[in-house]
């Protein structure tokens, strides 16, 4: 019996603004679109974006409003979430049945396995039983793991509601 070809997965936000492109590398892609709270993607790409700086920055970074009139940091984050968005829905739109799942972070959290499960059956991959007692295993092996409690000041809300509204809206999260 001949061994089962392995698929190749990559969990990159910057691949949301690469569907049409990844269409043409790999003509039978499948993808997995998560979505979470635009408050929490906010929250935790500047996080990051901070962190980042101090792996890859050469220099003390700026960030508020650039002299010269460049974006802040949280405007170039803004910026960037619409620029990823920009052609995904039209891109996706022309995908086939059963090459896009979605999932709400939320529901994968709270329900793991039914989110995983749903997302096999939409991509047509078959039973998730043969890896149901991997998952159950690896679930358990994290059990006690506790994400970063992110902070989002009121101004910054109301930056991603006004901003983000699209999201909010596609997405059905609400605004506080």
């Known amino acids: 019996m001949p061994e089962r070809a392995r698929r190749i997965i990559s969990k990159s936000p910057q691949h949301t603004a690469r569907i ?3 269409c043409e590398m790999f003509p039978s892609a499948q993808f997995i679109h998560t979505v979470r709270h635009p408050y929490e993607v906010f929250a935790s790409t500047m ?3 901070r962190v980042m700086f101090g792996f890859v920055g050469v220099q003390k970074p700026v960030l508020g409003p650039l002299p010269g009139g460049g974006p802040s940091l949280e405007d170039y984050v803004i910026d960037t979430m619409d620029l990823l968005y920009r052609d995904f829905f039209a891109e996706t739109a022309m995908l086939a049945t059963g090459r896009l799942s979605q999932v709400r972070y939320e529901d994968l959290v709270l329900r793991p396995i039914d989110e995983v499960g749903r997302i ?11 890896m149901r007692p991997k998952l159950e295993a690896y679930l358990a092996s994290i059990k006690e793991y506790r994400p970063n409690r992110l902070h989002i000041s009121d101004e910054h809300k109301a930056l991603v509601n006004h901003r983000w509204r699209w999201y909010l809206d596609r997405f059905g999260y609400q605004a506080s």
């Open 120 to 130: 096999y059956r939409e991509l047509g991959l078959g039973s998730i039983e043969p």
């Open 47 to 49: 996080r990051v974006m």
């Open 20 to 22: 049409r492109t990844l």
